[in-house]
């Protein structure tokens, strides 16, 4: 089945620090992915996505590459700030049929001290 | 333009209660989806609406139930509260043909 998963959180960093968040799936086919993020309080806002093998996704500093041969999609960011802080989630969207329900992974909780 | 829009931000309910949550998608999209997210989990897939038809479900039980309406914005029910439904339930919209969702802000239920 379809799967993914997330290094365990809290990752704590000082500002200007650089982040990686490492996420690998599971899933049959060519599975679009997707990096979210909730602020405290919040509900979900997308920040990047990739649909296919080598794509690069990128957003507001952060990166993502969509490697097939190591079904991953690692997010990097060079330099973070307190702002930053929030919960990340690494979902796909598997390849079959439109409007596919998302499947996620438990989410890595990132704090930056400035 | 308007993003996804959830009522109400939060609710308190008891133990074998009903509860009714509201979702109005973003403009142009015509397909909402709702996840439970409980807390310091990942979200989890109740079901999909299109066409005011369910056209995907999650592994949630019949007490969770749904509708859309003509302008595509939604309603969750949820018959017989549990305690262990107390969570974030997340609205998502979509168009067609498209598959990334828009997420609204989330509506917090907790029973007592």
């Known amino acids: 089945g379809n799967s993914v998963t997330q290094m365990e959180g809290p990752v704590t960093l000082s500002e200007e620090a650089f982040l990686t968040i490492n996420c690998t799936y599971t899933a049959t086919g060519y599975p679009s992915l997707f990096w979210y993020v909730q602020y405290p309080g919040e509900g979900l806002q997308l920040l990047l996505k990739?649909?296919?093998a080598d794509d690069k996704g990128s957003n507001k500093g952060f990166e993502a590459t969509y490697r097939k041969e190591t079904t991953s999609f690692h997010l990097e960011k060079g330099s973070v700030q307190v702002s930053d802080s929030a919960v990340y989630f690494c979902a796909l969207s598997p390849s079959a049929g439109n409007n596919r329900k998302l499947i996620w992974g438990l989410g890595t909780s990132l704090a930056v001290n400035p | 333009d308007a993003g996804v829009t959830q009522s109400p931000t939060h609710l308190i309910k008891t133990r074998g209660q009903q509860v009714t949550l509201r979702c109005s998608p973003k403009?142009?999209?015509?397909?909402v989806s709702w996840y439970q997210q409980a807390l310091g989990q990942g979200p989890q897939f109740i079901f999909q609406y299109y066409e005011e038809e369910e056209r995907q479900r999650g592994n949630f039980p019949d007490r969770f139930s749904g509708h859309q309406f003509p302008n595509y914005s939604s309603e969750l029910n949820v018959n017989a509260l549990l305690l262990g439904d107390s969570a974030l339930y997340l609205c998502a919209s979509s168009y067609t043909g498209e598959e990334t969702q828009y997420f609204g802000p989330g509506t917090r239920l907790l029973v007592l």
């Open positions: 403009s142009g999209h015509d397909t």
């Open positions: 990739a649909t296919k």
